[in-house]
C-alpha cells in the first residue's frame, strides 16, 4: 500500500506529477491517490499548478494536452 511520504517524494522526483503518473507509478486506485493529494494540500505539503497559466506560454506549443488540459498538476510547496 502506498502511503502519504510516496507520494510527496513521487512528486518531487518528477518536479510536478499529474494524478495519472501518481497512480502508474505507485500501482495505486485513483480515488486513493487522489484523496492523498488533497490530505497533502490540506497540510500544506504540496501545491496545485495553475494549468491555465501553464497554456499562455511559447513552452506548452508541443503539448498534446495544450488543447484540453483541465486535469490537475501538483508540486512539492
Same mark, same amino acid.
Given at each position: 500500500?502506498?502511503?502519504? %511520504? $510516496?507520494?510527496? +517524494?513521487?512528486? &518531487?522526483?518528477? /518536479? $510536478?506529477?499529474?494524478? +495519472? %503518473?501518481?497512480?502508474?507509478?505507485s500501482h495505486a =486506485? $485513483? =480515488?486513493?491517490?487522489? &484523496?492523498?493529494?488533497?490530505?497533502?494540500?490540506?497540510? /500544506?505539503? %504540496?501545491e496545485k499548478v +495553475?494549468?491555465?497559466?501553464? %497554456?499562455?506560454?511559447?513552452?506548452?506549443?508541443?503539448? =498534446?494536452?495544450?488543447? &484540453?488540459?483541465?486535469? =490537475?498538476?501538483?508540486?512539492?510547496?
Amino acid at each position: 500500500m502506498v502511503s502519504l %511520504l $510516496q507520494i510527496r +517524494d513521487l512528486i &518531487a522526483l518528477y /518536479g $510536478q506529477a499529474d494524478i +495519472d %503518473l501518481l497512480c502508474k507509478h505507485s500501482h495505486a =486506485p $485513483q =480515488p486513493m491517490v487522489q &484523496a492523498m493529494l488533497e490530505k497533502l494540500v490540506a497540510m /500544506g505539503k %504540496l501545491e496545485k499548478v +495553475d494549468v491555465s497559466a501553464c %497554456l499562455t506560454s511559447t513552452s506548452c506549443k508541443g503539448c =498534446p494536452e495544450s488543447t &484540453a488540459c483541465s486535469h =490537475p498538476i501538483y508540486k512539492i510547496k
